[in-house]
């Protein structure tokens, strides 16, 4: 027991630490100027790339591990850190430091009577704690952002990928440090011990914001134990609609990238919805397409009145498989898809395939997600293809940021009020 309760000490005092020297080295990186901090970005983006062996050596420990752990090929093609995921790393932190840095814009501004100038104006969040699961590049995707938009982070990744992230996390720390930044701005808990997220949670004198990326059991502890303010990176139950009036050759096209593109990831598509007009020839075509892919479907009772496929139950239509499976359901209205997408759905990625200028633009209003879609795969919910660089992750939130979390989701706002002399009376 004492050597249990010596242990416990010792986490607890590392974890505050880690804590302590990030608010130290937020107060710094407040004021640091846009030059220094794209200087950095870049030299890190450059680091990145020249490290790349030493980054897929770590990368390979971690991928052998999963597949003695039996990670599903999903969860193992999630967790690699191929080629072509190091260059886009790099090349997502060279667009944030083309992009507008976000601390000190006027968001808002206007002359009181008094004469007094009043002014909004976006300011740093100050620490933020992320809390992630599997993908390594969130290790240098969220550092980079919360280096431009002037926050310390703390990073909490996965114990699958524990060793990719203390190499990205080296090569990122050391970069940043040679081009001037704060040596603690980027910050990794380097333990697999689970009770260091607990201890994470409590440190609210020096953490301002949660932001968790991960599956639902990570997400109800973090938000039953966590002291600190959550913006929560919920599942991806996305859908799209093939509406009566859709073009079956471009919502065959759509459907089978939605699903088969990259499986094991939050915005691709999890169940498929069709009009029961277009069932009949649509679904014969576009379920031959993603057995191709070996795609395992489940339909309703009508889709297996079409197409073979095992009967879908309750479970299947709120499942987050981030595999080659889906739900397949015929409704007989756009109210009824809707209406399905906004009770089942994740409030995630949407899309309705149609020509019908009216019922897209119904479906663009009516349906609760953060993003929605006409004729365009669920895939690219994605902070780089928004242009807005890497991301933090996609919120589902509705208070202070939705959708993809990036630049101006990690700033908050602040009056600043310049007078004279002026005096209420």
């Given at each position: 027991?004492?050597?249990?309760e ?14 302590k ?10 004021s ?5 901090k ?9 680091a990145l ?5 030493d ?16 990670l ?9 850190l191929?080629?072509a995921?190091?260059?886009?790393m790099?090349e ?8 507008q ?12 009577a ?10 740093p969040?100050?620490?933020v ?20 938009s002037g ?51 409590k ?11 991960g ?8 938000y ?10 919920l ?5 799209t ?27 691709a598509?999890?169940t498929?919805?069709?009009?029961v ?6 679904l014969p ?17 009508r889709?297996?009145?079409i ?13 987050e ?28 990625s949407?899309?309705?395939v ?20 006409v ?11 928004f ?23 990690l700033?908050?706002?602040?009056y ?9 009376e």
């Open positions: 027991m004492a050597t249990l010596s242990a416990t000490a010792s986490l607890q005092k590392e974890v505050e630490s880690i804590g020297q990030a608010r130290a080295a937020s107060n710094a990186l407040r640091m100027s846009p030059s220094v794209n200087s950095a970005l870049r030299s890190i983006a450059a790339k020249s490290n790349r062996n980054l897929q050596k770590a990368n390979a420990k971690d991928l052998e591990a999963g597949r003695k752990n039996q599903t090929s999903a969860m193992l093609d999630r967790l690699e191929t080629d995921r190091i260059d886009a790099a997502g932190l060279e667009q944030v430091a083309a992009l840095d976000p601390v000190g814009d006027i968001v808002h501004q206007m002359i009181h008094n004469g007094m100038r009043i002014a909004q104006i976006r300011q969040l100050g620490v704690g992320i809390i992630y699961e599997s993908r390594p590049n969130v290790t240098a995707d969220a550092a980079g952002l919360c280096l431009k926050n310390a982070c703390v990073l909490r990744g996965g114990s699958e990928a524990i060793h990719s992230n203390i190499a990205i996390a080296n090569v990122f720390v050391d970069a940043a440090v040679s081009a001037g930044i704060p040596e603690h701005a980027v910050q990794v808990i380097a333990t697999t011990d689970r009770a260091a997220v607990g201890e994470m949670l440190l609210d004198r020096y953490i301002d914001v949660i932001v968790p990326r599956g639902k059991g990570l997400i109800a502890r973090i039953d134990e966590s002291r600190i303010p959550v913006i929560a990176h599942d991806g139950v996305c859908h609609y093939v509406h009566s009036d859709a073009d079956a050759e471009m919502a065959e096209a759509i459907c089978v990238n939605a699903k088969l593109q990259r499986p094991g990831v939050c915005n598509m999890e498929m919805l069709v009009h007009d277009a069932a009949k020839t649509f075509a576009v379920a031959d397409a993603l057995r191709k892919g070996d795609c395992e479907l489940r339909g309703c009772e889709s297996q009145a197409i073979d496929c095992a009967l879908a139950t309750d479970e299947d239509w709120t499942a498989y981030l595999e080659k499976i889906l739900a397949i359901k015929i409704v007989d209205s756009l109210k009824e898809a809707i209406a399905h997408i906004n009770e089942y759905g994740s409030h995630h949407d899309c309705i149609t020509e019908n200028y009216a019922a897209a633009e119904r479906f663009l209003d009516e349906v609760d997600s953060a993003t929605v879609y004729n365009a795969s669920t895939r690219f919910t994605d902070g780089f293809q242009g807005l660089g890497a991301e933090i992750g996609i919120s589902t939130n509705k208070l202070h940021c939705r959708g993809p979390m990036a630049l101006e989701g700033t908050s706002l602040k600043v009020i310049r007078g004279s002399g002026q005096i209420l």
